[in-house]
């Protein structure tokens, strides 16, 4: 049988804040002292939908947006990703700090790789 990890695989639509970790969203949560984003299953989309907001709304510094982006591509190479298409909505994010090109900038400074990073590559479509 194909051991599917070891698999090459290509993130095609990938939003930062759909993928931030259940442990990192509870945490932020804890911090920002708010309800845990659920995790699912949802009965639909407008469930997903809001369990989304709630996780944007999470990320509320530059550290935040820099640890939910290296913890995306330390799970994108744990699962064989080697190619990865990330998605922002800056707009929803404070505003000041996440704007337009200047949000890109931190975002990479966020996925700057280290030992632990590993996939080949990581488009910057959004
Ligand atoms: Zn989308």
Do not use: N
Request: charged share 25%; with cysteine.
């Amino acid at each position: 049988m194909t051991d599917l990890l070891a698999l090459p695989k290509a993130e095609l639509h990938l939003h930062l804040e759909g993928a931030i970790r259940a442990d990192t969203a509870a945490e932020l949560a804890a911090r920002h002292g708010v309800p845990a984003p659920p995790t699912g299953p949802f009965a639909g989309l407008g469930d997903f939908v809001v369990a989304y907001e709630r996780a944007r709304d999470l990320i509320g510094s530059l550290e935040d947006l820099h640890r939910v982006a290296r913890e995306l591509v330390e799970d994108a190479a744990a699962q064989g990703v080697v190619w990865t298409e990330v998605h922002l909505i800056p707009r929803r994010m404070p505003a000041g700090w996440v704007r337009g090109r200047p949000c890109w900038r931190r975002f990479w400074t966020g996925c700057a790789p280290g030992p632990r990073l590993s996939p080949r590559r990581v488009s910057s479509s959004g």
